[in-house]
């Protein structure tokens, strides 16, 4: 039986933030990377942009391809993992190998929602995901036959997929169930702007209705909605978010919610048992508790801190929040912590909106600091609002220069600015003391 110091399931963000960490401080102990998928590590966010032909997989690559051999890793990919025996520190691959292990990280990621829905089958000729590169792979091969295509799904892989197919010059339906799109992620105002970039390059939105069911036989010719409006397509792209996987997790025996149960160590319920990413819940320091916070960011930071505590230094991931960085035809958008509330919620709300230059900005405001903010084109000063917010800084006295676009660290009281500016190393202490 092979053994390893450090083994990872999961071969994407979360994987690399660990491997680069225990390098970083342990040079010899052996490490394992499975992946499911049988390609090198790469950008999920790409995925579009692979489809436009823009970016090509070799570009797409998280890391370079020497990665793993520079960092001593081995790599197992196109290899899946079913069964887990965190006594015995063993898990079982597909093709009947075991593998032991040390210490066990758990970064397994999402699976694609497929709403049960008459004649809606992902085996289907033309009917594809949108999560993986292989899915983009599928429907490249699809698009020489296809004028048409539906999309079920208005949050954020749902417009990113529309947006691409659109590009490529396909006539694209939207159909979101919600009354608007990306309803979790953004305001209504927010919504309505995305909608509007939508409409007004070309593509079709139907919200507040979902299929009723999915025509045709081995291949989907059309769609009927719950509001009786009939779609034609040759092609049906599913898009409706992703749930962790936790079956590996939950079959072991290991504390499972909605995801994978981990402190803010990263250590799930098993001992010497990790996990982070998309298939863990972490603690949301706005919230005060734990949720799937599925983000690229935040994967990556809880492989670091889960490494960590592998190598026996401990840290915690106490920064983690909700947060979006999206790209929308003529929009680019950034969202952070708890941008949908509102006054109803108990919130003070501020926000403006410049219809030349169509930027917007909204924060959601309580107990003299800021909550959460969503910024529409002028997305500049993203950095600052964050470090703002996860300082828990008091805004109120300047909290209406946050709507102004030229709103920068000069805008903010000095006293405040200085500790804001040492937290990030721009200024030393010694620097701010003789100011």
Same mark, same amino acid.
């Given at each position: 039986?092979?053994?390893?110091?450090? !083994?990872?399931?999961? +071969?994407?963000?979360? $994987?690399?933030?660990?491997?680069?960490?225990?390098?970083?401080?342990? /040079?010899?102990?052996?490490?394992?990377?499975?992946?499911?998928?049988?390609?090198?590590?790469?950008?999920?966010?790409?995925?579009?942009?692979?489809?436009?032909?823009?970016?090509?997989?070799?570009? =797409?690559?998280?890391?370079?391809?020497?990665?793993?051999?520079?960092?001593?890793?081995?790599?197992?990919?196109?290899?899946?993992?079913?069964?887990?025996?965190?006594?015995?520190?063993?898990?079982?691959?597909?093709?009947?190998?075991?593998?032991?292990?040390?210490? !066990?990280?758990?970064?397994?990621?999402?699976?694609?929602?497929?709403?049960?829905?008459?004649?809606?089958?992902?085996?289907?000729?033309?009917?594809?995901?949108?999560?993986?590169?292989? #899915?983009?792979?599928?429907?490249?091969?699809? @698009?020489?036959?296809?004028?048409?295509?539906?999309?079920?799904?208005?949050?954020?892989?749902?417009?990113? $997929?529309?947006?691409?197919?659109? /590009?490529?010059?396909?006539?694209?339906?939207?159909?979101?169930?919600?009354? %608007?799109?990306?309803?979790?992620?953004?305001?209504?105002?927010?919504? %309505?702007?995305?909608?509007?970039?939508?409409?007004?390059?070309?593509?079709?939105?139907?919200?507040?209705?979902?299929?009723?069911?999915?025509?045709?036989?081995?291949?989907?010719?059309?769609?009927?909605?719950?509001?009786?409006?009939?779609?034609?397509? #040759? @092609?049906?792209?599913?898009?409706?978010?992703?749930?962790?996987?936790?079956?590996?997790?939950?079959?072991?025996?290991?504390?499972?919610?909605?995801?994978? @149960?981990?402190?803010?160590?990263?250590?799930?319920?098993?001992?010497?048992?990790?996990?982070?990413?998309?298939?863990?819940?972490?603690?949301?320091?706005?919230?005060?508790?734990?949720?799937?916070?599925?983000?690229?960011? +935040?994967?990556?930071?809880?492989?670091?801190?889960?490494?960590?505590?592998?190598?026996?230094? /401990?840290?915690?991931?106490?920064?983690?929040?909700? =947060?979006?960085? =999206?790209?929308?035809?003529?929009?680019?958008?950034?969202?952070?912590?708890? +941008?949908?509330?509102?006054?109803?919620?108990?919130?003070?709300?501020?926000?403006?909106?410049?219809?030349?230059?169509?930027?917007?900005?909204? &924060?959601?405001?309580?107990?003299?600091?800021?909550?959460?903010?969503?910024?529409?084109?002028?997305?500049?000063?993203?950095?600052?609002?964050?470090?703002?917010?996860?300082?828990?800084?008091?805004?109120?006295?300047? /909290?209406?220069?946050?709507?102004?676009?030229? &709103?920068?660290?000069?805008?903010?009281?000095?006293?405040?600015?200085?500790?804001?500016?040492?937290?990030?190393?721009?200024?030393?202490?010694?620097?701010?003391?003789?100011?």
């Amino acid at each position: 039986m092979e053994r390893f110091d450090y !083994l990872i399931i999961g +071969n994407s963000v979360g $994987a690399v933030g660990c491997i680069e960490t225990l390098r970083s401080f342990d /040079k010899g102990g052996s490490i394992a990377v499975i992946g499911e998928e049988p390609h090198h590590v790469y950008s999920r966010a790409l995925l579009p942009y692979y489809l436009d032909q823009e970016v090509p997989v070799e570009k =797409m690559l998280y890391r370079p391809v020497d990665f793993y051999e520079r960092l001593g890793v081995t790599p197992v990919l196109g290899r899946r993992v079913v069964g887990l025996d965190t006594a015995g520190h063993v898990v079982k691959l597909d093709d009947g190998r075991t593998i032991s292990y040390g210490k !066990l990280l758990l970064a397994t990621g999402g699976r694609p929602i497929v709403p049960p829905i008459p004649g809606l089958d992902t085996e289907k000729e033309n009917i594809c995901n949108f999560v993986a590169l292989q #899915d983009l792979q599928r429907i490249s091969r699809l @698009l020489p036959s296809a004028g048409r295509v539906v999309v079920l799904g208005g949050g954020i892989i749902g417009l990113m $997929a529309a947006e691409a197919l659109h /590009k490529k010059g396909l006539e694209v339906g939207v159909v979101e169930l919600a009354p %608007r799109v990306l309803a979790p992620v953004v305001d209504e105002f927010t919504s %309505r702007l995305i909608e509007e970039a939508f409409r007004r390059s070309g593509v079709a939105i139907y919200t507040g209705t979902t299929f009723k069911e999915v025509q045709g036989g081995e291949r989907a010719t059309g769609v009927v909605l719950t509001d009786g409006t009939s779609l034609p397509c #040759d @092609l049906l792209v599913v898009a409706v978010g992703v749930v962790p996987r936790v079956d590996l997790a939950r079959e072991a025996g290991l504390a499972v919610n909605r995801g994978i @149960l981990v402190n803010q160590q990263m250590e799930t319920s098993a001992a010497d048992v990790y996990a982070c990413g998309d298939c863990a819940e972490v603690y949301d320091f706005l919230m005060g508790n734990r949720r799937v916070l599925p983000l690229w960011p +935040n994967a990556y930071a809880g492989g670091r801190v889960a490494a960590y505590n592998m190598l026996g230094m /401990k840290r915690e991931y106490d920064r983690a929040t909700s =947060m979006n960085a =999206m790209h929308f035809f003529d929009l680019n958008i950034i969202t952070a912590g708890l +941008n949908t509330a509102g006054e109803k919620d108990g919130f003070e709300v501020i926000s403006r909106f410049d219809a030349g230059s169509r930027s917007y900005r909204r &924060f959601v405001l309580k107990d003299d600091r800021i909550h959460g903010f969503t910024l529409v084109t002028g997305i500049a000063r993203a950095g600052i609002f964050l470090h703002l917010m996860r300082r828990g800084c008091a805004v109120t006295s300047f /909290k209406e220069k946050l709507l102004e676009g030229e &709103f920068g660290y000069l805008t903010i009281p000095e006293g405040l600015r200085r500790e804001l500016l040492i937290d990030e190393g721009v200024m030393s202490e010694h620097a701010a003391a003789n100011q």
